[in-house]
C-alpha cells in the first residue's frame, strides 16, 4: 500500500472516530479456526452418516437377494470350463460320487402311467396295414422330417417271422422311432425350463421345487447346476436307433419279446429276465419293462447318469455349445464301455447307423398330439 492510500485510510479512521463511531481490529486468527472448524465437523458428520448406514444397507440387501440363492451360482463359469476340457473347481466331483439314490433316478420309469390300451399286443400284419392307413413311412420321414406320435408299446411276435431284413428292419424302425422322440421332446422341454429358471433373479416355491426333483431324478447329489444342464440333454436318435437294433437284433430277442427291454440293461434285482448262456454263479439279468417307452426312458437316464458315460456327456455338451447340432458318428465313439467288447461294440455301432442311413432320422421332429405341446414346443 503506497503512502498516499495509508494517509487518507487514516483520514477516514479520524473522522469516523470523531463522529462517534469505535473501530476494530480485524482478528484473523478467528476466522481462519471458524473455516477449519465448519470444515472438521461437515467431514465428521459424512462419515459418521456412512459407517453408519452400511449395516442397513447390508440388512436390506440380504433381504432382496437371499431367495436367490439357488440360481445365483457359478454354474455358467463351471459350464465354460467343461467347455475347455478343464476341472471344475467343486468340493466334490459329482460325476465320480457314489450318493446317488437309484430309486430317485428311475421312478418314472418303473411308475409309468399304463394304460390299457398300452398292454395290447398287434400282430405285424396289422401294424402295417395301421402305418399304411396313416400313411406312416421311412421315406416321407427322411424327406419331410416330421413323425407321427403313434404309440406302439408292446413289439409285434411276428416280427420275428419276418423272411425280409429290409421289412424287418422298416417296421422296428417305424414303432421305436416315435419312442426314442417323445422322450428326447420331454427332455428338450425341461431343457428349456431349466433355462428359464435359471435367467430369473427370484424363484417361485414351485420353480425350486421342480429343480430340487431334477436334481435327484439326474443324480446330482448336491445341487449342482453345471452337471444338472450337461445331464439333462437328448440321446441322438440315430444312436438310441443302432443300440436298439444291435441289443434286440432288430427286436427279435427274447428279452425284447418278453421283457419289453429295448437296450440290454442289466440289473441285479428279482425284476429281470436271466439271460441264457450265463453261468449259475453269474448274478446279473436282463431289466424288463412294462412297455417299450420305459425301456427307451430307463436307456436315456443310464446314459445321462451313469459314470461311465461321463466322457460322453462332455463331447456332447462341447457339440451343442460350439456347432448347435449333435454329431452321432462322433458321439458314438465315446459308448464304448456299454458293453464287454469295448471298441469293437462302437464299430458295429457306426456300420449299423451308416449302412441303414440312421443319421437322417437325427433331425426329425415328432407332430405335436395337442395344442399344449403346440404351445410348448
Known amino acids: 500500500m503506497n503512502k498516499l492510500a495509508r494517509i487518507n485510510i487514516l483520514k477516514i479512521k479520524k473522522i469516523l472516530?470523531?463522529?462517534?463511531?469505535?473501530?476494530?481490529?480485524?482478528?484473523?486468527?478467528?476466522?481462519?479456526?471458524?473455516?477449519?472448524?465448519?470444515?472438521?465437523?461437515?467431514?465428521?458428520?459424512?462419515?459418521?452418516g456412512f459407517f453408519y448406514s452400511i449395516p442397513l444397507i447390508w440388512s436390506f440387501s440380504s433381504k432382496i437377494f437371499s431367495k436367490n440363492e439357488i440360481v445365483l451360482n457359478n454354474s455358467n463359469k463351471n459350464f465354460n470350463k467343461v467347455l475347455?476340457?478343464?476341472e471344475i473347481e467343486s468340493n466334490?466331483?459329482?460325476?465320480?460320487?457314489?450318493?446317488?439314490n437309484i430309486k430317485d433316478l428311475f421312478t418314472d420309469v418303473f411308475?409309468?402311467?399304463?394304460?390299457?390300451?398300452?398292454?395290447?399286443?398287434?400282430?405285424?400284419?396289422?401294424?402295417?396295414?395301421?402305418?399304411?392307413?396313416?400313411?406312416?413311412?421311412?421315406?416321407?420321414?427322411?424327406?419331410?422330417?416330421?413323425?407321427?406320435?403313434?404309440?406302439?408299446?408292446?413289439?409285434?411276435?411276428?416280427?420275428?417271422?419276418?423272411?425280409s431284413t429290409r421289412k424287418k428292419k422298416q417296421l422296428f424302425i417305424l414303432i421305436v422311432l416315435p419312442l426314442i422322440l417323445e422322450e428326447n421332446k420331454n427332455i428338450n422341454i425341461e431343457r428349456k425350463t431349466l433355462f428359464s429358471i435359471l435367467n430369473k433373479n427370484n424363484n417361485s416355491a414351485?420353480?425350486?421345487?421342480?429343480?430340487?426333483?431334477?436334481?435327484?431324478?439326474y443324480g446330482v447329489v448336491d445341487r449342482d447346476l453345471t452337471t444338472l444342464k450337461i445331464r439333462m440333454d437328448e440321446i441322438p436318435v440315430s444312436i438310441a436307433l443302432a443300440q436298439a437294433a444291435k441289443e434286440t437284433g432288430w427286436g427279435t430277442s427274447r428279452f425284447a419279446q418278453e421283457g419289453n427291454a429295448l437296450f440290454g440293461q442289466w440289473t441285479y434285482s428279482n425284476n429281470g429276465i436271466k439271460p441264457a448262456a450265463s453261468d449259475d454263479d453269474d448274478k446279473h439279468k436282463v431289466m424288463k419293462f412294462k412297455i417299450l417307452r420305459a425301456s427307451v426312458r430307463a436307456y436315456q437316464r443310464n446314459l445321462n447318469t451313469h459314470r461311465s458315460y461321463k466322457k460322453f456327456r462332455k463331447i456332447r455338451a462341447i457339440q451343442r455349445d460350439v456347432l448347435g447340432d449333435l454329431n452321432s458318428l462322433e458321439l458314438v465313439n465315446y459308448l464304448d464301455k456299454y458293453a464287454e467288447t469295448g471298441k469293437e461294440y462302437t464299430t458295429i455301432l457306426k456300420k449299423i447307423i451308416e449302412q441303414n442311413k440312421l443319421t437322417d432320422f437325427d433331425n426329425v421332429k415328432l407332430l405335436p398330439s395337442s395344442q399344449i405341446e403346440k404351445n410348448l414346443i
Open 92 to 100: 466334490s466331483n459329482i460325476e465320480e460320487n457314489d450318493e446317488v
Open 206 to 217: 414351485a420353480e425350486k421345487n421342480w429343480l430340487k426333483s431334477k436334481f435327484k431324478q
Open 17 to 48: 472516530q470523531n463522529e462517534g463511531y469505535k473501530i476494530y481490529k480485524k482478528n484473523k486468527f478467528f476466522d481462519k479456526n471458524l473455516v477449519n472448524f465448519f470444515y472438521t465437523a461437515m467431514v465428521g458428520a459424512f462419515f459418521i
Open 111 to 163: 411308475e409309468f402311467n399304463i394304460n390299457e390300451q398300452d398292454t395290447v399286443r398287434l400282430s405285424a400284419s396289422t401294424l402295417r396295414q395301421l402305418f399304411k392307413d396313416e400313411n406312416y413311412n421311412l421315406k416321407d420321414i427322411r424327406k419331410n422330417k416330421l413323425v407321427k406320435p403313434i404309440n406302439i408299446e408292446l413289439l409285434p411276435k411276428e416280427i420275428r417271422l419276418i423272411e
Open 84 to 86: 475347455q476340457g478343464k
